[in-house]
């Protein structure tokens, strides 16, 4: 919800928008999405490694895309709400990427290490991903941002802000089927 933090600064003008009008709005604003990883599938499987430009101790309130499903769905099915609310969405725990490639090993049955990119290599995974010289840089911004470790994942945690998927179940349920020899 602040200027600088590359994509994510649109979400927060989009909800300030919305709150504008006067309806009822409810804004989740949720951590990172643990389905980020699929993207990383590959290199994991033929490398081992998993990759991203935030330091190893920067820990992250991973969260499940299904979860943020079923709040926005309650509220949906639950009018009861009125007002305009904002609402952190932080699964069941913060992570380092260490302890997430310690998870994925155990599970996968495989070593797996984390890796920090540097900004050179981000930027040209960014490239080879096809983005435009635009969104490279607000996908810079928003990484740097991410791993800033004062910045949008230090918000306090709330019984509110809890949700259930684990980082172990979301292994299991979808990064270990692209993990095979055959994807």
Partial sequence: MAPGLGTISYVGELEQQLNATGAHVVALRPGYFMENLL???????????????????????????????????????????????ARNLMGPMNLTLPTCTALLAQAWGQPVRYQRQSTADLQQALEQGGLTAYAQQEMNVLFQALGDPHGAYATPRTAEAYTPTSFQEFIGAHLLLLLQPDK
Avoid: M
Avoid at 50 to 78: G, K, M, N, R, T
């Fill in 39 to 85: 993207a990383q599938a590959t290199t994991i499987r033929t490398q081992g490694v998993i990759q991203y430009p935030y330091a190893e101790d920067h820990d992250i309130p991973f969260i499940s895309v299904a979860d943020i499903a079923a709040v926005a769905a309650h509220c949906l099915l639950h009018p009861q709400w009125a007002g305009q609310w």
